[in-house]
């Protein structure tokens, strides 16, 4: 994240991961994985054909059929490949060469600019290592494939799917590689990015990466120079060799928290959890950093395409994590220093910022009263789907569904943390999706 303070070494290894996942986000693949859910089942081929059948007119099948094998192979088919990524809103592009395995064990190398070139990056599975020539200094935590925290494919498109409009727009050769171009168009057009990837016809990995403003402004974010498929990558690859002796540190890795409750406890304070996200955010992780006596918290979003991180601290600590950023829009609220970041435009960004300042703990209480009398369960009962991450309106419906009829209200619980929209399942609670909308709007509208 940026603006943290460098003065401590997990907070210094914490931007250069968030460095590193920004330049990944350009993956339709990369996503933090959600620790609510429990997800055994991949969709088949056939079944996403049947399912590509009988979508809307917005989207077309070939489109999310491709889309789908990449989510699926991207970040695990092995490959080397040099490629040159520029961040929206940077000057100055950087260039690396990326080695990666079936397993998703990755090396990058910093070819460019000269400020970064030698700068490398590991992961084998274990262990995340960067190291930075410049100082010497090598930074160890551990990965994020051992912790978990790559996120299912499937889950990300069924919320594609509902936030997207994916279609065809030909083919085209990059990197001597034969591709199809795939558009994503936003149903917020005005708020989040529309995007362009140049999906490989065979291996299915991302070659070129396009993102497209409100304004019509685009930006090649992600650019494949030369790319190779070898049938297999020596282990050696994944190992980091310097000569002498380096500054090592060991960083404590972000922690995976299984609920907001478990979160609120590791980092002793409250958490903002946004009462109704905008654009179709789903929550899918909750993570803990904690070094030198600062506690963080970390909420990872995605809409299936964008992904999202609100950070909170407490607003009073004498050293904080970071130093807030006006131009980056950090704010105080109730208590607690806040930060959006992501890969997504100031106004999309904007609107989570006025998400979040909406969703007053008074507000939530009140809420969380309101669905307690109307549906006849206990105030815990709505806090603990709250904890398991779902925003109030799928709170609100999954009580709808299954009122006071536990084991019913963790399957409808466990529908919307995969990613499943109403339509998908509320039939089998014996309601129309139709008929809980009708029902969620009345809640809405009580007094």
Same mark, same amino acid.
């Given at each position: 994240?940026?603006?943290?303070?460098?003065?401590?070494?997990?907070?210094?290894?914490? $931007?250069?991961?968030?460095?590193?996942?920004?330049?990944?986000?350009?993956?339709?693949?990369?996503?933090?994985?959600?620790?609510?859910?429990?997800?055994?089942?991949?969709?088949?081929?056939?079944?996403?054909?049947?399912?590509?059948?009988?979508?809307?007119?917005?989207?077309?099948?070939?489109?999310?059929?491709?889309? $789908?094998?990449?989510?699926?192979?991207?970040?695990?088919?092995?490959?080397?490949?040099?490629?040159?990524?520029?961040?929206?809103?940077?000057?100055?592009?950087?260039?690396?060469?990326?080695?990666?395995?079936?397993?998703?064990?990755?090396?990058?190398?910093?070819?460019?600019?000269?400020?970064?070139?030698?700068?490398?990056?590991?992961?084998?599975?274990?262990?995340?290592?960067?190291?930075?020539?410049?100082?010497?200094?090598?930074?160890?935590?551990?990965?994020?494939?051992?912790?978990?925290?790559?996120?299912?494919?499937?889950?990300?498109?069924?919320?594609?799917?509902?936030?997207?409009?994916?279609?065809?727009?030909?083919?085209?050769?990059?990197?001597?590689? $034969?591709?199809?171009?795939?558009?994503?168009?936003? $149903?917020?057009?005005?708020?989040?990015?529309?995007?362009?990837?140049?999906?490989?016809?065979?291996?299915?990995?991302?070659?070129?990466?396009?993102?497209?403003?409100?304004?019509?402004?685009?930006?090649?974010?992600?650019?494949?120079?030369?790319?190779?498929?070898?049938?297999?990558?020596?282990?050696?690859?994944?190992?980091?060799?310097?000569?002498?002796?380096?500054?090592?540190?060991?960083?404590?890795?972000?922690?995976?928290?299984?609920?907001?409750?478990?979160?609120?406890?590791?980092?002793?304070?409250?958490?903002?959890?946004?009462?109704?996200?905008?654009?179709?955010?789903?929550?899918?992780?909750?993570?803990?950093?904690?070094?030198?006596?600062?506690?963080?918290?970390?909420?990872?979003?995605?809409?299936?395409?964008?992904?999202?991180?609100?950070?909170?601290?407490?607003?009073?600590?004498?050293?904080?994590?970071?130093?807030?950023?006006?131009?980056?829009?950090?704010?105080?609220?109730?208590?607690?220093?806040?930060?959006?970041?992501?890969?997504?435009?100031?106004?999309?960004?904007?609107?989570?910022?006025?998400?979040?300042?909406?969703?007053?703990?008074?507000?939530?209480?009140?809420?969380?009263?309101?669905?307690?009398?109307?549906?006849?369960?206990?105030?815990?009962?709505?806090?603990?789907?709250?904890?398991?991450?779902?925003?109030?309106?799928?709170?609100?419906?999954?009580?709808?569904?299954?009122?006071?009829?536990?084991?019913?209200?963790?399957?409808?619980?466990?529908?919307?943390?995969?990613?499943?929209?109403?339509?998908?399942?509320?039939?089998?609670?014996?309601?129309?999706?139709?008929?809980?909308?009708?029902?969620?709007?009345?809640?809405?509208?009580?007094?």
């Amino acid at each position: 994240m940026k603006g943290f303070r460098a003065t401590d070494s997990s907070i210094r290894m914490l $931007k250069a991961s968030a460095l590193l996942t920004a330049l990944l986000s350009a993956s339709i693949a990369f996503a933090q994985s959600s620790s609510f859910a429990d997800i055994n089942k991949q969709d088949s081929l056939a079944e996403i054909e049947k399912v590509c059948e009988v979508l809307t007119v917005q989207s077309d099948g070939r489109a999310l059929n491709i889309i $789908k094998r990449a989510m699926e192979r991207d970040l695990r088919t092995n490959y080397s490949a040099v490629r040159v990524l520029h961040s929206w809103g940077a000057k100055d592009p950087v260039r690396i060469r990326r080695d990666q395995n079936d397993l998703g064990h990755n090396a990058v190398l910093f070819l460019s600019p000269l400020k970064r070139m030698g700068e490398t990056s590991v992961d084998n599975g274990k262990n995340w290592v960067t190291f930075h020539p410049d100082s010497r200094t090598l930074y160890i935590q551990d990965s994020p494939i051992k912790r978990g925290v790559i996120g299912d494919p499937s889950v990300r498109f069924e919320l594609l799917k509902r936030n997207y409009a994916v279609r065809s727009e030909g083919s085209d050769t990059v990197a001597r590689r $034969k591709s199809s171009i795939i558009r994503l168009v936003p $149903k917020n057009e005005q708020s989040l990015f529309t995007r362009r990837f140049w999906v490989d016809d065979d291996k299915f990995v991302l070659l070129r990466v396009e993102w497209i403003d409100r304004d019509g402004t685009s930006r090649v974010v992600s650019e494949t120079i030369s790319i190779d498929f070898p049938e297999s990558m020596p282990p050696e690859r994944f190992q980091i060799k310097i000569a002498g002796e380096p500054r090592t540190i060991h960083v404590q890795a972000p922690q995976r928290m299984a609920t907001i409750s478990d979160l609120e406890k590791r980092v002793g304070f409250s958490i903002r959890q946004p009462i109704r996200m905008p654009f179709g955010f789903m929550l899918t992780g909750a993570d803990a950093v904690i070094a030198n006596n600062r506690a963080m918290a970390a909420l990872r979003y995605t809409d299936g395409a964008t992904n999202l991180t609100i950070y909170q601290a407490r607003a009073n600590a004498a050293d904080p994590p970071w130093r807030p950023s006006q131009a980056r829009g950090d704010f105080e609220f109730e208590g607690l220093l806040i930060a959006v970041e992501g890969d997504i435009p100031p106004q999309g960004r904007n609107a989570v910022i006025v998400a979040i300042r909406e969703s007053t703990e008074a507000r939530e209480n009140a809420l969380i009263e309101r669905a307690a009398r109307a549906f006849g369960v206990r105030s815990s009962t709505v806090r603990g789907l709250r904890a398991q991450g779902l925003g109030f309106d799928e709170t609100v419906a999954s009580l709808i569904l299954a009122g006071r009829d536990d084991e019913r209200r963790a399957k409808c619980v466990g529908y919307f943390i995969r990613g499943r929209d109403l339509s998908d399942f509320s039939r089998f609670f014996g309601k129309t999706d139709s008929d809980v909308r009708r029902e969620l709007a009345s809640f809405w509208e009580a007094r």
